[in-house]
Nanobody, 114 residues
Framework: QVRLVESGGGLVQAGGSLRLSCAVSGIRSSAMAWYRQTPGKQRELVAIITSGGSTNYADSVKGRFTISSDNAKNMVYLQMNSLKPEDTATYYC??????????WGTGTLVTVSS
């Protein structure tokens, strides 16, 4: 059974930092990602990392967020610095699948107050 469990969300003031973690079990993937979603909007890709360490970021978070992974522990992290109110969203851990639906966590809420 595949499980993705996020943690680390919460309330933070603008300019602050948070670190999200995602524990992945039941699957080994060549890539893992973080998405975020606010009510009424489509879920958007925040960052993705391959098992080889290559990363890609949404333009809105470049220079502020860092995705990393621990392949031995099957964990993926998102270090979020210089947070802005517009970063407020539910953040989801994602394991993409080339054949079939992606795997998703249940999400962790990040709220950035101004």
């Amino acid at each position: 059974q595949v499980r993705l469990v996020e943690s680390g969300g919460g309330l933070v003031q603008a300019g602050g930092s948070l670190r999200l973690s995602c524990a992945v079990s039941g699957i080994r993937s060549s890539a893992m990602a973080w998405y975020r979603q606010t009510p009424g909007k489509q879920r958007e890709l925040v960052a993705i990392i391959t098992s080889g360490g290559s990363t890609n970021y949404a333009d809105s978070v470049k220079g502020r967020f860092t995705i990393s992974s621990d392949n031995a522990k099957n964990m993926v992290y998102l270090q979020m610095n210089s947070l802005k109110p517009e970063d407020t969203a539910t953040y989801y851990c994602n394991v993409p699948r080339p054949y079939g639906p992606d795997y998703w966590g249940t999400g962790t809420l990040v709220t950035v107050s101004s």
